[in-house]
């Protein structure tokens, strides 16, 4: 089955504790990308990918890390997690560079940061 | 700053009616426009897209209108079915690559 998928899906950690998210789509897919989702602000870009080692910053990715070494990986990585971090995290994938492509979205990982 | 904005936090519809959401933007650059459906629990799918040198494109029940003068593209759903009930997100991009996602609607379909 296509899809992507997130981990873990639920995260509650406390502020400056290292932590990881992982995301893996298995379509092939060139462009991935991170967004979270907070309330009365819809959902914004933290970082994309447009292929292996071609990543750049989206609309907020401060505080953000993102690496991709392999087509089908995009860990997000959160070095010293704050509070103000606390939100959903998507990540998603689309085929090839074309706009209009859909993107797949994975199911979201709640993070809560104490 | 909000580039894109959906005005209308929720929007309720009779099942078999028109449904119809709004969403404005303010970035000229903006050449791509797509709508996401998103259920509570899940990732958003998505609707349907539009580049702007169309000013209409129709898959099914949903069409998308743009009108790049006044900065502004909808949704139309026809005919509205229970299982459209579900939040609506719209996002604009400059290059396929930057995505700036409206604060969503909430739609009912009321059967």
């Known amino acids: 089955e296509a899809q992507v998928t997130q981990n873990p899906r639920y995260l509650i950690t406390v502020t400056g504790k290292k932590l990881t998210v992982t995301c893996s789509q298995n379509?092939?897919?060139?462009?991935m990308s991170w967004y979270r989702q907070d309330p009365g602000l819809g959902l914004r870009q933290i970082y994309y990918s447009m292929n292996v080692e071609v990543t750049d910053k989206g609309d907020v990715p401060e505080g953000y890390k993102v690496s991709r070494k392999e087509k089908r990986n995009f860990p997000l990585i959160l070095e010293s997690p704050s509070p103000n971090q606390t939100s959903l995290y998507f990540c998603?994938?689309?085929?090839?560079?074309?706009?209009?492509?859909?993107?797949?979205f994975g199911p979201g990982t709640r993070l809560t940061v104490l | 700053d909000q580039q894109v904005k959906q005005n209308s936090p929720s929007l309720s519809v009779q099942e078999g009616r028109i449904s119809i959401l709004n969403c404005d933007y303010t970035?000229?650059?903006?050449?791509?426009f797509l709508w996401y459906k998103k259920y509570p629990a899940e990732g958003p799918t998505f609707l349907i897209s539009i580049s702007s040198i169309k000013d209409k494109n129709e898959d099914g029940r949903f069409t998308v209108f743009l009108n790049k003068s006044a900065k502004h593209l909808s949704l139309h759903i026809v005919p509205s079915q229970p299982g459209d009930s579900a939040v609506y997100f719209c996002?604009?991009?400059?290059?396929?690559?930057?995505?700036?996602f409206g604060t969503g609607t909430s739609l009912t379909v009321i059967p």
């Open positions: 996002a604009a991009s400059p290059d396929g690559n930057q995505f700036y």
């Open positions: 379509m092939n897919h060139e462009y």
């Open positions: 970035n000229s650059m903006f050449d791509y």
């Open positions: 998603a994938s689309r085929a090839g560079l074309a706009a209009y492509n859909e993107q797949f």
